[in-house]
């Protein structure tokens, strides 16, 4: 009579354990995961979001880091599967110093961008009839992974402004990759206009190799 005590309470304490277990795995599957934090640096976009916000914030960007050769903030600019901008309204901006711009799609026609994606010379010296800007120091920047249709368009407006006399009509002309060492370009798609790893809107067209 004891050894059938002994046998129903182990039987029930494994049935316990068993439906505790079951119950905690089910819970865990059916948790709705929460968005991993990525830090306050980094921008993942959707197509869902206007525009103009998406502007706002790779302006803002742009205007900090474009000159910032020796600063500490690090950037990354991530475009999750869709369609950017559109003819009449491209999305373009400037990739300045430590910022990555990425499409996240698994290949690079999953994410498409209307408008531009650019470096412009930065680096200026001299006055008067001696100023003049070069690119051989942008550095420190990529972008990769994304389908860029060129488009050109009279309201684009470049931020920070450029410093060389580049006017919007030239700047977005074409694509424009004016860099030198550490800054790649990888699994892009350029339709509907040529690449420049120079800035040829520019009095002084100088960049360096490294592409």
């Known amino acids: 009579?004891?050894?059938?005590?002994?046998?129903?309470?182990?039987?029930?304490c494994v049935l316990a354990l068993a439906?505790?277990?079951?119950?905690?795995?089910?819970?865990?599957?059916?948790?709705?995961?929460?968005?991993?934090?990525?830090?306050?640096?980094v921008y993942v976009f959707d197509p869902s979001m206007a525009q103009s916000q998406i502007q706002a914030i790779v302006n803002s960007v742009a205007a900090q880091q474009v000159f910032n050769e020796f600063g500490t903030q690090r950037y990354a600019l991530l475009f999750?599967?869709?369609t950017y901008g559109t003819k009449d309204n491209p999305l373009s901006f400037?990739?300045?110093?430590?910022?990555?711009?990425?499409?996240?799609?698994?290949?690079p026609g999953d994410v498409v961008i209307n408008g531009?994606?650019?470096?412009?010379?930065?680096?200026?010296?001299?006055t008067g009839s001696d100023f003049g800007?070069?690119?051989l120091t942008n550095f420190w920047r990529s972008l990769s992974n994304l389908t860029l249709n060129?488009?050109?368009?009279s309201n684009t407006v470049y931020v920070p402004k450029p410093v060389d006399g580049e006017t919007a009509g030239c700047a977005n002309s074409n694509e424009l990759w004016a860099v030198s060492q550490a800054a790649p370009m990888r699994r892009v798609a350029i339709n509907d206009g040529l690449l420049f790893l120079f800035d040829y809107c520019a009095p002084k067209q100088y960049t360096?190799?490294?592409f």
């Open 1 to 12: 009579m004891r050894l059938r005590s002994l046998r129903a309470l182990f039987l029930a």
């Open 19 to 41: 439906w505790s277990t079951t119950t905690t795995a089910v819970a865990a599957v059916s948790a709705t995961p929460s968005a991993p934090s990525l830090g306050s640096n």
């Open 80 to 82: 999750k599967p869709g």
């Open 94 to 107: 400037q990739v300045g110093y430590y910022t990555t711009a990425a499409g996240l799609g698994q290949s």
């Open 116 to 126: 531009e994606i650019e470096v412009l010379n930065s680096k200026c010296a001299g």
């Open 133 to 135: 800007c070069i690119g």
């Open 150 to 153: 060129v488009t050109r368009s």
């Open 208 to 210: 360096s190799g490294g």
